[in-house]
């Protein structure tokens, strides 16, 4: 059985700093693309980072410069730093992965809050 388990949020203030963790556990024989994925109150869940297996990132405009996604492939784990947070980075983040396993497919993680506010 496949998991994701998110780590690593919180409350910080407005210009601090946050870093995520995901790690996928289970029989996996591979995974390909892994990203972040935000969703504030009331709103669609979006992508904030994602990056290859071969390490190729993409990340929304709004924290382009703030945010760092990196990945581990022999741990199968994905990390998202954030930095120069503001209030409206606040949301549910989720680990999203595309995993080859006995059921492969697109897994997701509980999530996790992260709440900027002073």
């Known amino acids: 059985q496949v998991q994701l388990v998110e780590s690593g949020g919180g409350l910080v203030q407005p210009g601090g700093s946050l870093r995520l963790s995901c790690a996928a556990s289970?029989?996996?024989?591979?995974?390909?693309?892994m990203g972040w994925y935000s969703q504030a109150p009331g709103k669609q869940r979006d992508l904030v980072a994602s990056i290859t297996r071969e390490g190729s990132t993409n990340y929304a405009d709004s924290v382009k410069g703030r945010f760092t996604i990196s990945r581990d492939n022999a741990q199968n784990t994905v990390t998202l730093l954030m930095n120069s947070l503001k209030p409206e980075d606040t949301a549910v983040y989720y680990c999203?992965?595309?995993?080859?396993?006995?059921?492969?497919?697109?897994?997701w993680g509980q999530g996790t809050q992260v709440t900027v506010s002073s």
């Open positions: 289970g029989t996996i024989f591979s995974i390909a693309d």
């Open positions: 999203n992965a595309q995993i080859v396993a006995v059921v492969s497919g697109q897994y």
